[in-house]
């Protein structure tokens, strides 16, 4: 029987470019690799490899807004609002394709580059960035990437997020973090947004830290399996207002929340099903 458990949705989270800001939908279609439109787009260098906020902490400037053809809508520093369409389907990767292997994290993925037409919008986020960047598509999120295989079952697979569809948060868990850290060193760079932490879902009226507990959940009609912890990286310490960086939450989470190694905030979801969920949706724990 579920655990009895009174949450629910306090707020959903959409980011169409990696590390980009992103969106606040009050309600959004679960797919098997995340959320419709999360992560479709990302920004590579000029070897292949993805370009994020832990080296241009800039980009947190840089906002997305998922079009309703599959684009994306971008403004920030000398840029837009301009729009960027999908590109053209792939050939496919064995005929002289215009597809791209991207590196993220070291797991190779084929992408599809922009179109001809956003060679301005690169030229400009490139002159913003100080570096050559490019920016592709996932055009196939069902075949190009699989979730880990550590913590994945065959035939899951993820969009460009970093390793898995979904991050869900607690508003519970940040005000305990946010307690820990007046109590620190820096007790002037808290209290934190949840933004720091771009979750997908948020959770509110959960106990501190209850989701270390959950193994499965429902949102509304979608039910997840929880993956494993998220262990978080710099981009936690980037304002997502003014791109400046600090040392909270790493050096609170370094001394409270340290497992196997990683600092760790939110947990990872994959979905079991698909469907739409709301803000405002009930949130029972299954297992």
Known sequence: MPKPFHAVVRALGVHPVKSMAGCAPTSAVVEPWGLAA??????IDGTGKVV?????????LVHAEPL???GVRLRG?????????VP?????SATGTNLVVMDIFGTKVESVPARPGAREVERRLSAYLGEEVRLVHLDDPATRRPVNPLHGRPGETVSFADGFPLLVTSTASLDALNALIAQGDHPEEGPLPMDRFRP???VAGTAPWAEDGWRRL??????????KPCGRCVITTTDQRTAERGREPLRTLGRHRRLDGKLVFGQNLVPESTGTVRVGDPVTVLE
């Open 77 to 85: 520093p000398g840029l837009g609002p301009v729009d960027v369409a």
């Open 88 to 92: 053209e389907p792939a050939a496919g």
């Open 218 to 227: 429902a949102v509304g009609e979608v039910v997840f399996r929880v993956a």
């Open 38 to 43: 999360d992560r479709r787009w990302a920004l």
């Open 68 to 70: 309703p053809a599959g």
């Open 52 to 60: 994020t906020q832990r080296q241009r902490p800039g980009l947190a």
């Open 200 to 202: 997908n879902l948020v």
